[in-house]
């Protein structure tokens, strides 16, 4: 059985992980969940992701430390999937939306690679919405 949207459930995977604080959790591995992971990591909603082998499977995942505060509550407290298979939106440079006044963060896929909203506002590029997080 096939997957219809890879990222939407790496990203529920990931939300359901955070509730139930565990400290990493494993998606199937794409370049794209790879790098989108990785923008969480440098933007500081994740602790770490990494590529790792699996040792009965033939395919690769990808390991997402989660990151929690003082007081175990989760960094990332909303993680939503904007466009999506059925309904892609796509927005240009002035109409990326700001997310909780700033203190959130969009991803887009845009021709210069998957970027936060502030990198594709200073590249002049505009792109598909993945997701918005804060």
Sequence with gaps: MTMTDPIADMFTRIRNAASARHESVDVPW?????????????????????KVKVKDLAGEELRIQLKFDKNNNPVISGLKRVSRPSLRIYVGVKEIPPIRKGLGINILSTPKGILVDRE?????????????VW
Excluded: F, H, P, T
């Excluded at 794409?30 to 990494?50: C, F, N, P, T, W």
């Design 30 to 50: 794409s370049r794209v969940k790879e790098r989108i992971a990785k923008i969480l990591v440098d933007e500081g909603y994740l602790q770490e992701a990494k």
């Design 120 to 132: 594709a506002q200073k590249a002049r590029v505009g792109g598909e919405l993945i997701c918005s």
